[in-house]
């Protein structure tokens, strides 16, 4: 089992930047990539970034460019660096984790509240 816990989220204005991080717990060697999505009042939860095990790196369209994410191998931690941030980025976010072989993630965080408004 691997066990994921986010910390970070929080209220920021328009335009501003901030932090969610993941530290995972647990089976580690398990976990193919870890992630983030989202979901925002009354639409469906989508895909933000992913990291492999080796460093690949997946964003989608809607953050490419302001959105970084990275991991600290050293503390099984998963960051998303998130800038220019725009209303409509106000969601839930979660971690995520996929194990080697599967289509989906099958671990998830707990969800961090991320508001963006001034």
């Known amino acids: 089992q691997v066990q994921l816990v986010e910390s970070g989220g929080g209220l920021v204005q328009p335009g501003g930047s901030l932090r969610l991080s993941c530290a995972a717990s647990?089976?580690?060697?398990?976990?193919?990539?870890m992630g983030w999505y989202r979901q925002a009042p009354g639409k469906h939860r989508e895909l933000v970034a992913t990291?492999?095990?080796?460093?690949?790196?997946n964003y989608a369209d809607s953050v490419k460019g302001r959105f970084t994410i990275s991991r600290d191998n050293a503390k099984n931690t998963v960051y998303l660096q998130m800038s220019s941030l725009k209303p409509a980025g106000t969601a839930v976010y979660y971690c995520?984790?996929?194990?080697?072989?599967?289509?989906?993630?099958?671990?998830w965080g707990q969800g961090n509240q991320v508001t963006v408004s001034s």
């Open positions: 995520t984790g996929r194990k080697y072989g599967e289509s989906r993630p099958g671990y």
């Open positions: 647990g089976s580690i060697f398990i976990i193919y990539d």
């Open positions: 990291i492999t095990s080796v460093g690949s790196l």
